[in-house]
């Protein structure tokens, strides 16, 4: 281990030189693995709010209105999809009705169902904000929105006029909150009892089927192979239908990556031009190291380790520093946490590590081809 230790001397005799650029590398380090889990988290939260609570691939009836029949092989079609989550396949009935209160009145669509299915996509139980999570036959839970501009609480009872002329009242179970406004104040759970009485269909008939994936942006895939299998309906997925919500976090992702990208080429032609620099400095030295018996191999060895030192010690300081930063992130007051996933952390040391190996190419090369002759000579 001649060379190591030769490296480890020349690293010490420049403390501040190797302070600077393991400094440098730490620094770049703990940038790409915040600015990458940030963008990560972000569009994280940012998927959530627009469809964890929502359904990801959709089948219903060509013709609206018409139901969709849930038959044995549209539930072999959906059970064949690996990515598909089966506890959020949820059949619903929806029927439209009119709330009114005597000075105004807002139309309320009826999204039938049991509450455990439910609870698949919808997750009603967690976002129930007042009240409790309950839809027994005359039960209805109404969103935020709608409950504050008509001054609706639980336990009260609404009267709605609901499409074909009947009116029906609920006595309100809950208050629920799915993040999205317009979802608040035009949706309301029921039992699944009651548009299946109001649409007059069978058991098996609904107004659509529902459905997560374990991965959301597999969408498009899944939805056009369930589109190949099964005739007489319309298959949808979100992707489709939230195009501007898709470009917005491309584009998080391609900025992200750019940004990391920059990092890197940083860290490199911080890295190199130091190893370049320490091996012209260290070339008399180095020269009468090989005139003494020193091999070339061992020569080009010496700065081999000097970037495996400078970058294991950087890449595990930026790790250290990034974490310590992601903590400072909490305290920010942001909506959404960042979650550092240990793989891309893991990845971004190594990426460092890599990259600090790759620039020590050029000043081993250099120094496996010194002629200790030429250099003695020179003085």
């Not at 996509?121 to 008509?150: C, H, P, Q």
């Not at 649409?199 to 597999?218: C, D, I």
Request: overall charge negative; cysteine-free.
């Amino acid at each position: 281990m001649l060379s190591l230790r030769i490296a480890w001397r020349f690293l010490r005799s420049s403390p501040v030189q190797s302070a600077l650029i393991i400094g440098g590398i730490a620094v770049g380090i703990a940038v790409q693995v915040f600015v990458g889990s940030l963008i990560t988290s972000l569009q994280a939260s940012l998927v959530d709010q627009t469809i964890g609570s929502a359904p990801q691939i959709t089948i219903k009836a060509l013709d609206e209105g018409d139901p969709v029949v849930y038959s044995d092989r549209v539930e072999e079609v959906i059970a064949a999809q690996p990515e598909i989550d089966p506890k959020t396949v949820v059949p619903v009935r929806v029927a439209s009705s009119l709330f009114t209160d005597g000075s105004d009145s807002a139309p309320l669509n009826l999204i039938g169902g049991t509450l455990a299915e439910l609870e698949g996509i919808y997750k009603i139980t967690e976002r129930t904000t007042n009240g409790e999570a309950s839809l027994r036959s005359t039960e209805i839970m109404v969103g935020e929105e709608f409950a504050e501009k008509f001054g609706v609480e639980p336990g009260d009872t609404i009267t709605l006029a609901i499409q074909g002329g009947s009116r029906a009242s609920f006595t309100v179970s809950g208050i629920f909150d799915l993040g999205a406004a317009a979802f608040n104040e035009r949706q309301a759970f029921v039992n699944g009892s009651v548009p299946q009485s109001v649409l007059g269909w069978s058991s098996s008939e609904y107004s659509s089927v529902q459905m997560q994936l374990y991965e959301p942006f597999a969408s498009a895939e899944v939805a056009a192979e369930m589109r190949t299998k099964l005739s007489g309906v319309t298959v949808s997925e979100w992707q489709a239908e939230n195009a501007d919500l898709l470009v917005a976090l491309q584009s998080q992702g391609s900025s992200s990556y750019i940004i990391q990208t920059f990092v890197l080429v940083a860290i490199a032609l911080g890295i190199a031009s130091t190893l370049a620099i320490a091996a012209v400095q260290k070339t008399r030295q180095i020269g009468i190291l090989k005139a003494m018996g020193l091999s070339d191999t061992r020569a080009g060895q010496i700065f081999l380790w000097q970037a495996i030192l400078m970058g294991g010690t950087g890449s595990a300081a930026g790790v250290a520093l990034a974490y310590f930063l992601l903590f400072g992130f909490s305290f920010s007051g942001a909506s959404f946490t960042i979650t550092p996933q240990p793989a891309f952390v893991l990845g971004s040391a190594a990426i460092g590590m890599g990259v600090a190996l790759a620039s020590s190419i050029i000043p081993t090369r250099r120094t496996s081809k010194l002629d200790p002759i030429e250099v003695i000579q020179g003085g």
